[in-house]
């Protein structure tokens, strides 16, 4: 039998993990906070600066009595309210002073709600703390029924805690229920959403590039390299670097690729590759010479950058050996009447189902801007909300595996690149995967990551057992 305080912690870890997360937070970072203003007076409503702790007002001017007042914010950004007086002269032009104050800062939860009640106190809810209250209501409503039925002699001491349980059970398998079924439908409206956001964003060629949530530093070699975050869950990342490829490996790149250059094509699902409509380029792979790397080959000086950036990035310690060909693709644009334009339609590079990580698979890419079209042309992450507007010698990072639990990203890394529609659009790409190594290298994989050898290996012995001879019989 298990005690009652421990019914209500199993209860509460149940409840915590069935949790369905917002659907509008497609910024993995960003949060939203509506605010309830219950004090009985005027509030104001600063942001508090993280380098300087300045206080930068937010209200215009402040949020009424009664009133709700919605703000849009990041995980770890600081809040400060002032109550204010009558007069409403202890605001900002007197930089708080006489106001009552309270602060809060945005945590990682969804759908949070601030209360601001009278004497300034606030009481801070989202999905965690209010899945916690939903398990107190649970055990307590089960609790006050197994008492009911024990003094009305309808159950004995011995089986009450049992009864108890089986309460909490049922009560439970109900929240899960309902929780599973939100996700669902979240799943579906997150999906739609990335549908519209596709359309609009590969329409408006103007779009400037999305509002990065964070921006790192990356040293290699002697210079800094300005990273951008777009994106930075565990299974799925998103980075934008500036100046990561020159224009003299551009042009190496491509003299290497234009005698190769053929259509490019997709996976077929059964291990091989086809032609698809959804993929109209040219492409083709180019071996490293990786002997001449310390005669700084640029092909070799290319590729030697993209391992340092995904180790840096993931701490994975992957090296070049047994990888994917560095791959030219070239998109041409042929005008706004064109019916078929050069495009990659949306699609994810690796598995993006949230499986288990399998070996030999791809697990990170990195795209390579070398000529940038004069419309068209940008990468989007629609089911993140990501619109990459590309500039010429910059690059895209995105990972799509957890490197702790190894468990793939679900759709938030799905991609495509927009059509082109004036000019040229020449990139460089490196699938980076995770497995293979010089006894076993990419290409001993086909694209369902199971090594050709072991299929034949199978083929093998499935085959019927061939006769025994005369001589073998005896």
């Known amino acids: 039998m298990m005690p009652t305080k421990y019914l209500l912690q199993l209860l509460m870890c149940l409840l915590v993990l069935v949790v369905p997360t917002s659907p509008t937070a497609v910024n993995q970072q960003a949060r939203s906070v509506n605010i309830k203003n219950q004090s009985g007076h005027k509030v104001e409503l600063y942001w508090i600066h993280p380098q300087t702790n300045e206080a930068q007002l937010q209200s215009t001017p402040n949020i009424a009595n009664g009133a709700d007042f919605p703000i849009n914010s990041y995980i770890g950004h600081k809040f400060e309210l002032r109550g204010l007086k009558k007069n409403g002269k202890c605001g900002h032009g007197m930089r708080g002073k006489g106001c009552s104050k309270a602060y809060f800062t945005v945590n990682d939860n969804s759908d949070q709600e601030l209360i601001i009640s009278k004497g ?147 996976a077929d699902g059964s291990g091989g590759s086809i032609l698809s409509a959804s993929r109209k380029a040219k492409q083709a792979g180019i071996k490293i010479p990786w002997h001449l790397e310390h005669e700084k080959n640029h092909l070799a000086t290319i590729s030697r950058k993209v391992y340092d950036y995904v180790n840096w990035a993931l701490d994975m310690d992957i090296d070049e050996h047994g990888q994917e060909d560095l791959m030219s693709i070239q998109y041409v644009g042929r005008g706004h009447n064109e019916t078929e334009p050069d495009r990659y339609m949306p699609h994810c590079d690796g598995d993006c189902t949230g499986s288990n990580f399998r070996p030999g698979n791809r697990m990170a890419t990195i795209v390579m801007y070398c000529t940038v079209p004069e419309v068209g042309g940008s990468t989007n992450f629609r089911n993140s909300g990501v619109h990459v507007k590309p500039k010429p010698f910059s690059a895209v990072f995105f990972s799509y595996v957890d490197p702790d639990t190894m468990i793939m990203d679900n759709k938030f890394t799905e991609h495509s690149g927009c059509p082109v529609i004036e000019g040229e659009k020449k990139i460089v790409t490196q699938w980076v995967r995770l497995g293979v190594d010089k006894q076993s290298p990419w290409d001993s994989f086909n694209t369902n990551g199971i090594k050709f050898s072991d299929v034949n290996k199978e083929d093998n012995d499935d085959a019927p057992t061939p006769p025994l001879d005369d001589e073998e019989e005896l």
Request: hydrophobic fraction near 30%.
């Open 120 to 266: 300034m106190i606030l009481k801070h809810d989202d999905n965690i703390s209010r899945s916690k209250e939903a398990a107190h209501k649970i055990i307590h409503s089960c609790k006050e029924d197994t008492q009911r039925r024990l003094k009305n002699n309808e159950i004995t001491h011995e089986h009450s805690i049992d009864i108890l349980g089986d309460c909490v059970a049922e009560n439970v398998s109900l929240e899960m229920k309902k929780n599973t079924e939100d996700q669902a439908s979240q799943s579906i409206i997150r999906e739609r959403m990335g549908e519209l956001f596709e359309s609009y964003t590969c329409k408006d060629y103007d779009l400037p590039i999305t509002a990065a949530i964070d921006s790192k530093h990356w040293h290699y070699k002697h210079h800094d390299h300005e990273v951008s975050v777009f994106l930075e869950r565990p299974a799925s990342r998103i980075h934008f670097i500036e100046n990561f490829i020159s224009p003299e490996q551009c042009i190496a790149m491509e003299n290497e690729a234009s005698n190769r250059l053929h259509s490019a094509t997709v």
